[in-house]
């Protein structure tokens, strides 16, 4: 017998929810799990622009070094640049730090800061 693994892409969380899971996670690393179910759902599925890229900028700003929550902050930023076709300064910054920081050390911050730093500046025309 074969298994299949299969994938779905979390839900986005009602703002009050996703806020309060964020503050744990950032306040708790054993949190950080349902912390980055809910990062993704909000970047692939709410429709608030501007929530969705000031948590992954408190995220990608906030937690420790070597949290896996900084790698998908970036990636994150990638798919609100996709999806919205613009970021702020302050996160395309953000993104841009977070790639050299996951080049440089990826054990400070993971390799889907890359990924999501590509996205931006494919998403956003930055070649």
Do not use: K
């Not at 986005?12 to 708790?28: G, Y």
């Not at 349902?34 to 995220?59: R, T």
């Not at 910054?93 to 890359?114: H, I, K, W, Y």
Request: hydrophobic share 45%; charged share 25%; glycine share 8%.
């Amino acid at each position: 017998m074969h298994s299949h693994l299969s994938f779905e892409n979390p839900s986005a969380l009602p703002h009050e929810a996703l806020v309060e899971t964020m503050e744990r996670a950032l306040r708790d690393r054993s949190a950080e799990g349902e912390a980055a179910s809910a990062l993704v759902g909000a970047a692939l599925n709410d429709d608030d622009a501007e929530f969705v890229e000031h948590w992954c900028v408190q995220v990608g700003t906030r937690a420790v070094s070597g949290s896996p929550l900084l790698g998908l902050a970036g990636l994150c930023l990638g798919h609100t640049a996709r999806r919205f076709g613009r970021l702020s300064d302050e996160a395309l910054a953000l993104a841009q730090s977070l790639a050299t920081r996951a080049e440089a050390d990826p054990t400070d911050v993971d390799g889907r800061a890359v990924d999501g730093y590509d996205d931006v500046r494919s998403f956003l025309h930055l070649w």
